[in-house]
């Protein structure tokens, strides 16, 4: 056996296509990950503004708790005002 140590051009174009390939897959996979980080980075914006319009609508809530509070206050004076009245 006898061992064939020249290049031919069938084997410089297979070279030549699996290099291209190489590079588009390459391409490929970075294209998916850049797009990945942004679908990432658009995700976490929107959590973001959902944690910020939570805390405003805790702020709310709280607010809301503190003028039934108030009103329930205001109830019982004047239920006392008027039971004081009365007698």
């Known amino acids: 056996?006898?061992?064939?140590?020249t290049i031919n051009?069938?084997?410089?174009?297979t070279l030549v296509g699996m290099v291209a390939a190489g590079s588009l897959a390459f391409g490929a996979?970075?294209?998916?990950?850049?797009?990945?980080?942004?679908?990432?980075?658009?995700?976490?914006?929107?959590?973001?503004?959902?944690?910020a319009e939570l805390r405003k609508q805790t702020e709310i809530l709280i607010q809301l708790g503190r003028q039934d509070e108030r009103l329930n206050m205001l109830t019982r004076r004047v239920d006392a005002l008027t039971l004081g009245v009365r007698s």
């Open 9 to 13: 051009l069938g084997q410089i174009i």
């Open 1 to 5: 056996m006898v061992f064939d140590a």
């Open 29 to 51: 996979v970075r294209a998916d990950v850049w797009n990945i980080k942004s679908d990432v980075q658009r995700l976490n914006d929107r959590l973001d503004e959902a944690a």
